[in-house]
T-cell receptor, first 114, second 116 residues
Framework: AQSVSQHNHHVILSEAASLELGCNYSYGGTVNLFWYVQYPGQHLQLLLKYFSGDPLVKGIKGFEAEFIKSKFSFNLRKPSVQWSDTAEYFCAVSRYSSASKIIFGSGTRLSIRP | GAGVSQTPSNKVTEKGKYVELRCDPISGHTALYWYRQSLGQGPEFLIYFQGTGAADDSGLPNDRFFAVRPEGSVSTLKIQRTERGDSAVYLC??????????????FGPGTRLTVL
């Protein structure tokens, strides 16, 4: 069965620090990859997604993620975080052949010190 | 237009009772999804509708859980004989067409179910 691992449960950074959140998945076939974000008191929303093509994907608010197939990884990055990036971040995967069923990781809580 | 809406926002019930949770998808979206999110976990897939039919119900945990979408729009998730372990936030999402892998799923605010 597919699974998604997010290694950092809680990350605390100061403003302007660089961010990298780890994500690994287990599935050998073709996958779709996602990062979702949930800001305090708000709905879960899509940050970025990878389906095919360039493995470096750019999303909203300056976030990007790189798909490294050989490492089964899809790490999220941002060069300089802001206080408003405080949120819960979820990595997720779906099989290309069953794109509707998204499997989520357990999430990483990001806290930014002003 | 309006996003995905879910009612009620909070539901408290007693063990053994029956509950219904409602989801209104984004207008025009043919695909609808239910997920369950327990404390400290990511959302867990339950069921996916394409139009009126359940295209994938592999995530429903047991036969106490059932969902319908009779007219291809609003969906109701029904839980019989609730147990304390059913306590979670139930999320609904919709997308334009579930058949396209590139479609984005848009999530609602969720219903927080507490079983006492």
């Amino acid at each position: 069965a597919q699974s998604v691992s997010q290694h950092n449960h809680h990350v605390i950074l100061s403003e302007a620090a660089s961010l990298e959140l780890g994500c690994n998945y287990s599935y050998g076939g073709t996958v779709n990859l996602f990062w979702y974000v949930q800001y305090p008191g708000q709905h879960l929303q899509l940050l970025l997604k990878y389906f095919s093509g360039d493995p470096l994907v750019k999303g909203i608010k300056g976030f990007e993620a790189e798909f490294i197939k050989s490492k089964f990884s899809f790490n999220l990055r941002k060069p300089s975080v802001q206080w408003s990036d405080t949120a819960e971040y979820f990595c997720a995967v779906s099989r290309y052949s069953s794109a509707s069923k998204i499997i989520f990781g357990s999430g990483t809580r990001l806290s930014i010190r002003p | 237009g309006a996003g995905v809406s879910q009612t009620p926002s909070n539901k408290v019930t007693e063990k053994g009772k029956y509950v219904e949770l409602r989801c209104d998808p984004i207008s025009g979206h043919t695909a609808l999804y239910w997920y369950r999110q327990s404390l400290g976990q990511g959302p867990e897939f339950l069921i996916y509708f394409q139009g009126t039919g359940a295209a994938d119900d592999s995530g429903l945990p047991n036969d106490r859980f059932f969902a319908v979408r009779p007219e291809g729009s609003v969906s109701t998730l029904k839980i019989q004989r609730t147990e304390r372990g059913d306590s979670a936030v139930y999320l609904c999402a919709s997308s334009l067409s579930g058949a396209q892998s590139t479609d984005t799923q848009y999530f609602g605010p969720g219903t927080r179910l507490t079983v006492l």
